[in-house]
């Protein structure tokens, strides 16, 4: 398993935010978690990341606990984490921020170069110059996973990648994470819209209150018509 | 009677131009869905009407009486009640003085000194709170509702206020499909009773196509349609720039 | 004023005069930009307003005195001891951001400002340990002793090049930000610092080399200033000051804006000691008051983060039963305190009513309101020379001048909380700061009225409330009497609006709320209640002083409301028994006093953000 997430607990002040969630994702395997806000998707993948503290459980990266190390720790093993809001740097340019992301190779996982960067996201390529806050949202949602990309993640933290783009680049949004998963990476992305996740993912978790309530492929999940209504917000 | 119309407003930021001469109307007891994709202006043309920001040319009227560029404070005397996208309750408070609150700032008494804030409309904040289903909720600190709770806490704050437009940004992002059309039931139940006007921004078009009288479609800053779901959904424009090949199911 | 008309027709008469005269407030810029500048950067990535920036250029100053005198006069002897103290005060810096800081980066801004406060008093008594008290002269720069003759005026050739480091060193800053991987991260950790943390860059690394950075420029500053002035323990509050000026007029975050600020504010005051010596500093903070309310975030700034408010409160409750019993307890239990207490304890006792009263008006502020108010001593000191100027001037009798105390504080509130209103977080911090600032220097410096730093002595309490036990009851009652009036104020309509503008300030405008003049007028009730018990405070002590209004006074009642709490609404008085017993403690036998009172607020504000009553609160609430 690239990842595994055994029994976690996270807080927000005095509120649970997570209890004991356990999750797995294989090389080259994109997970989706599904559940509406709050459930705790977010959380789970910021847990991963190391910016929200977890309590009890552990977390492995390829077999090595990394639940004790900061966040910039995590990425430098591999980790890269894509943001619901994109989270942009906006005065810098788009080559500055692809040299914020910029790690050296670590075997094991695909290497990347900002020439390769810019040929699966071609539409960044006339924009190196520019600075960030003067992208479009589908723009900044490439530069967000480019930049990480940077960093030659073997694993990949996408927090609703389909979250506010117009049904036209929900589809785009979905080829690039098909070509991905063929470059060998491992994704793990929380997603609202089931029709999205049900495109990209191989297994899902569905999230309530903090817990997996439910999980399997991403088939039988979608013929859960009871979890989906009960705890999914757009249905298939 | 058009209860808000909205008339070749335009904003820019810098040297981008967020909403480039949009013009609309809302009648009351109708529900209108402003969508578009990211960046077509939808946030910045809803903060133009809701008073947040001001444009730089062009007019808003509510009721017949212009309102261009007032503060939000302004047009929640003429009647606009709004919800945030991202629900802004008070958390300090328990959830039955945040109603207390807006029925309180309703009657402008928001400076009295005495007596508490508790002891004030505690039965009509009740009433509010199990209208939209909050009752058992009422003792708790606003802090710790669920994110759909917040939202339906917020509703029942701005419906106390008894306002005749209704402006909400994505009034049920991040709810679950069930908890998503009952609120916008109770929306438009109060729609049609009292004769309020709706305008709604939404993401998910299953809400947009089953809630909506009429819908706007913005893309860069203008309105490329306007019209019944039907027409919208049929529209080859929307379809290309918005909707993609993939047309939401019907309703 | 004569002699001020008097120097314009000179310079008139004589323009070269005003050139030197420029030329030496640019040359005063250099240093005050380079302290600004460290400031504003270490601002800008960490968020943190570093009180004891001024602390690092003070020290910076001695080390240099010092390390040049090790090695010996001659060019060498000199830079190569700029370049210890420089160093030194870097690794300083280093050891601050380290054991402090680094644990203060997500606390709201109170805390920050609080704990870097407390560095200031340790550094101070630290230096004065090191150093002694007198005032050390440093060499002179070998090469640059001379003048050049410019326009007929001799120009200190010490000074051009003082006038040149500045550009200089902003071009160096500006080259490492835009051209090399560090800066990058430094912007990007600025914008979004969790962010750059999951994209992989070790950001304590980061901001440990820019607190680094920030403390040798800092010392730089100070270091190149050895051969202008003596080094001094006065040196870090007066450059801390004008550093914080000119940060907010160039806006925070912006080095180009802090140099243009420091250019503006070093020429003026160059112009304003010789126009107007005794209002230089009034004149400083004018115009960051002026610059503020036009462009509320600085000439070059951009908006100001939203300022962090930590987890939310718990809502308000009616009083419990055990709390209305254990109130009417302790009340009955003062009553009765006359009767078995002798008169220091009495003394004591006022003191003790009077601080509560004012932790209580500044918690109004900084609690409900979330409101950082860091020149609240403004109040206590304005009403407390309401009243003696009301004795001194109009022979007012007590009763008058107790009523006077509150309006003419409360009228100070209107003012300055009108100017505040649209500041919010550090922002407002500074500027409360900078009004405190004013009213203490009109105070020191208008002689004639004020007595200056003499103050006005011979207040007595009129002849019914002379005894010792009967003022310990006047003090009672009016301060018991503010404290609840206040309690029942926040749990009305206008407190609880005053939180929820301060929870969700855009829902309470749509709402119908007028947030703004909420929070105006809640500057109004804290100073008036603040400026009653400055007036008390004025007859308890027979006499007004400007310290009165001084910072360390206004850094007493924020200690005093977070050693009660913030969030607890009974905090303030449990804060002001703590805090006068620690004082008193504190004042009767230990030499290095500031020292400990630095280092306990450090504690407190690393380690108990809660306070007394919210750490008492949590052990009554554990099962």
């Known amino acids: ?236 | 009677m058009t209860l808000l119309a909205v008339d070749g407003i335009a904003r820019s930021f810098g040297a981008t131009v967020a909403v480039d001469g949009v013009s609309f109307g809302v009648a009351a007891g109708e529900r209108v869905a402003m969508i578009g994709p990211n960046g077509a202006g939808k946030t910045t043309c809803f903060n133009l009407i809701n008073g947040q920001i001001a444009p730089d040319r062009g007019r808003v009227a509510i009721d017949g009486r212009d309102t261009t560029g007032r503060s939000p404070r302004a047009l929640q005397r003429l009647g606009v009640g709004r919800t945030f996208q991202i629900s802004q309750v008070f958390a300090s408070l328990t959830v039955r003085e945040n109603v207390q609150a807006a029925l309180v700032a309703g009657q402008g008494r928001a400076l009295s000194p005495w007596p508490p804030l508790r002891r004030r409309e505690a039965a009509a904040a009740d009433r509010l709170l199990d209208q939209v289903g909050l009752a058992g909720e009422a003792e708790r600190g606003a802090a710790a509702l669920a994110y759909g709770d917040a939202k339906r806490l917020e509703l029942a704050m701005v419906l106390g206020q008894g306002p005749r437009l209704l402006l909400m940004d994505e009034p049920t992002a991040g709810m679950g499909i069930d908890e998503r059309h009952a609120l916008m039931e109770l929306v438009s139940g109060v729609v049609r009773g009292r004769g309020v006007g709706l305008l709604f921004t939404e993401h998910d078009m299953d809400v947009v196509f089953g809630h909506a009288d009429r819908i706007v479609v913005l893309h860069r800053g203008r309105v490329i349609a306007a019209g019944t779901p039907a027409a919208v959904r049929a529209d080859p424009a929307v379809r290309e720039v918005y909707l993609g090949a993939e047309a939401p199911p019907c309703a | 004023m004569d002699s001020a008309l008097a120097t314009l027709r000179l310079m008139a008469a004589e323009p070269s005069f005003a050139l030197a005269q420029a030329l030496t407030g640019l040359a005063s810029a250099s240093s005050l930009f380079l302290v600004a500048a460290g400031l504003s950067i270490v601002f800008g990535v960490t968020r943190v307003v570093n009180f004891a920036h001024g602390s690092f250029f003070m020290v910076g100053a001695y080390l240099a005195v010092t390390a040049i005198g090790w090695l010996g006069g001659g060019a060498a002897g000199f830079w190569g001891g700029v370049v210890v103290a420089v160093l030194g005060v870097g690794l300083l810096g280093v050891l601050v951001e380290v054991a402090i800081l680094r644990r203060l980066y997500a606390a709201p801004e109170l805390f920050q400002l609080l704990a870097t406060f407390g560095v200031v008093l340790v550094i101070q008594d630290g230096a004065l340990f090191l150093w002694g008290p007198e005032d050390l002269l440093g060499p002179r720069a070998p090469g640059l002793r001379g003048a050049v003759e410019i326009f007929g005026q001799r120009i200190p050739t010490y000074d051009l090049f003082l006038i040149a480091v500045g550009p200089v060193v902003l071009v160096l800053l500006w080259l490492a930000f835009r051209r090399t991987r560090w800066g990058v991260l430094v912007r990007a950790a600025t914008a979004d610092r969790e962010m750059t943390a999951a994209l992989g860059v070790d950001e304590r690394r980061l901001f440990t080399g820019v607190f680094a950075l920030g403390a040798l420029l800092a010392g730089l500053g100070g270091a190149l200033q050895v051969p202008r002035e003596t080094a001094n323990l006065h040196m870090d509050l007066n450059v801390i000051a004008e550093a914080f000026v000119v940060v907010v007029v160039g806006g925070m975050g912006s080095v180009v804006g802090a140099y243009l600020a420091a250019l503006v504010i070093g020429v003026v005051h160059a112009f304003g000691i010789l126009l107007f010596p005794k209002l230089t500093l009034v004149l400083v903070f004018l115009i960051m008051a002026v610059v503020l309310v036009i462009r509320p975030a600085g000439l070059l700034g951009e908006r100001g983060a939203a300022s962090r408010q930590g987890a939310p409160e718990a809502p308000l409750r009616p009083a419990s039963a055990r709390l209305r019993w254990t109130a009417a307890a302790l009340f009955a239990a003062l009553l009765a305190l006359p009767a078995v207490a002798g008169g220091y304890v009495l003394v004591l006792a006022v003191d003790v009513a009077i601080l509560a009263l004012f932790a209580a008006s500044l918690h109004l502020l900084l609690g409900p309101g979330g409101m950082i108010s860091f020149g609240h001593a403004a109040y206590f000191g304005i009403g407390a020379y309401g009243a003696g100027l009301a004795w001194k001037w109009l022979a007012a009798p007590m009763v008058l001048g107790l009523a006077v105390a509150p309006l003419a504080a409360g009228i100070a509130g209107a003012a300055f909380g009108w100017l505040c209103a649209r500041a919010s977080g550090v922002y407002l911090a500074m500027l409360t700061l900078a009004y405190a600032q004013i009213a203490w220097s009109v105070a020191a410096q208008w002689l004639a009225v004020t007595g200056g730093d003499n103050g006005v002595l011979g207040l007595w309490p009129a002849p019914w409330a002379a005894s010792p036990a009967a003022y310990y009851y006047l003090s009672l009652v009016l301060c018991g009497g503010g404290i609840l009036a206040l309690r029942l104020l926040v749990h009305a309509p206008f407190g609880q609006f005053l939180r929820a503008g301060r929870d969700a300030p855009r829902r309470a405008e749509a709402l119908g709320v007028a947030v703004g003049a909420q929070q105006w007028l809640a500057f109004i009730v804290a100073g008036a209640f603040a400026g009653l018990a400055g007036g008390l405070f004025a007859y308890a002590k027979g006499s007004v002083f400007p310290t009165y209004l001084a910072i360390p006074r206004s850094v007493d009642g924020l200690v005093m409301v977070l050693l009660g709490g913030v969030q607890s609404l009974s905090g303030p008085v449990v804060g002001a028994l703590a805090y006068v017993g620690l004082a008193d403690e504190l004042a009767r036998g230990v030499a290095l006093w500031r020292l400990v009172l630095g280092a306990a607020i450090i504690v407190l504000a690393v380690a108990f953000r809660r306070g007394l009553a919210g750490a008492v609160g949590d052990a009554a609430a554990r099962p």
């Open chain 1, 1 to 236: 398993m690239r990842l595994t997430v055994d029994a976690i607990d996270a807080y927000y002040g005095g509120a649970r935010a997570l209890d004991g969630v356990s999750l797995a994702a294989g090389v080259g395997e994109v997970v989706a978690l599904l559940g509406r806000n709050g459930a705790g998707k977010s959380t789970t993948l910021k847990s991963v990341m190391g910016l929200v503290a977890t309590r009890a459980g552990t977390i492995a990266l390829d077999g090595v606990a990394i639940g004790g190390l900061a966040a910039n720790a995590r990425a430098r093993m591999g980790i890269g984490y894509v943001p619901e809001e994109r989270r942009i740097f906006a005065g810098l340019t788009v080559a500055e921020n692809l040299e914020v992301g910029r790690q050296p190779p670590r075997p094991g996982a695909p290497a990347w170069t900002e020439a390769r960067i810019l040929a699966l996201f071609p539409a960044l390529a006339p924009l190196r110059h520019r600075p960030g806050e003067r992208l479009s949202g589908g723009e900044q949602q490439m530069l967000a996973i480019a930049r990480t990309l940077m960093g030659n993640p073997g694993l990949l933290l996408l927090d609703e990648p389909s979250e506010g783009l117009a049904p036209l680049l929900v589809a785009a949004m979905a080829d690039a994470v098909a070509r991905l998963k063929a470059e060998g990476l491992t994704v793990l992305l929380s997603e609202q819209n089931l029709r999205f996740a049900a495109r990209v993912a191989d297994r899902g978790y569905v999230l309530a209150r903090g817990r997996v309530v439910r999980d399997g492929t991403m088939a039988e999940l979608l013929a859960d018509r009871d979890a989906i209504g009960r705890h999914l917000s757009i249905g298939g």
